[in-house]
């Protein structure tokens, strides 16, 4: 069975500062990565993701994430952070053929502070 | 524009009262998802289903029910809520492996 875990539940960091979102999974089979941004009362937003191919994954408002199999990691990187990435983080997988359920994180609370 | 929708975005309701949380996507996925999340928790699946006529049970179990009789449309019935119920509900679907989700609803049963 797959599961995730987040290592950081909270992650306050100042503006213009680079952030790192941690996140590692425990799966038997090859699987695959999402990172998802959840603003205050809404739903989830898709950040990355990571299917196949390369291993360092670029996606929206400029995050990236790297996928290390070896180390069963796929965390979240921001080089400089605005206020508007106030947020709650959440990295999830789903193993390869299982219809693409997923398995969340507990979530990381990210406040960026002036 | 392709999009998935929630209805109503919130519900507050008296215990024993028979509710129907709604989800409609026009992006036309077969794959759609109903997950559960309490407030500051990860999301939970309560309920999935691979196209028309398909559901299965998600891995929390829940006294909720789901019917899917049109591929856009996928909506949540609890029969009789309790207080217990109280949570945030969220809707998704899927074409390709990516999970898209709806703005949800916030659940509040008195």
């Known amino acids: 069975a797959q599961s995730v875990t987040q290592l950081d539940s909270q992650v306050p960091v100042f503006e213009e500062a680079p952030v790192e979102l941690r996140c590692n999974y425990s799966s038997s089979v090859s699987v695959y990565l999402f990172w998802y941004v959840q603003y205050p009362n809404q739903g989830l937003q898709l950040l990355l993701k990571?299917?196949?191919?390369?291993?360092l994954v670029k996606g929206i408002n400029g995050f990236e994430a790297e996928f290390n199999k070896s180390q069963t990691s796929f965390h979240l990187r921001k080089p400089s952070v605005h206020i508007s990435d106030t947020a709650e983080y959440f990295c999830a997988v789903s193993e390869v053929g299982n219809d693409y359920k997923l398995s969340f994180g507990a979530g990381t609370t990210v406040t960026v502070r002036a | 524009e392709a999009d998935i929708y929630q209805t109503p975005r919130y519900l507050v309701i008296g215990t024993g009262k028979k509710i129907t949380l709604e989800c409609s996507q026009t992006?036309?996925?077969?794959?759609m998802y109903w997950y559960q999340q309490d407030p500051g928790m990860e999301l939970h699946l309560i309920h999935y289903s691979y196209g028309v006529n398909s559901t299965e049970k998600g891995d929390l179990s829940s006294e909720s029910t789901v019917s899917r009789i049109r591929t856009e449309h996928f909506p949540l019935t609890l029969e009789s809520a309790r207080p217990s119920h109280t949570s945030q509900y969220l809707c998704?679907?899927?074409?390709?492996?990516?999970?898209?989700f709806g703005p949800g609803t916030r659940l509040t049963v008195t």
């Open positions: 990571y299917l196949s191919g390369s291993t």
């Open positions: 992006m036309g996925h077969d794959k």
């Open positions: 998704a679907s899927s074409g390709t492996g990516v999970q898209y």
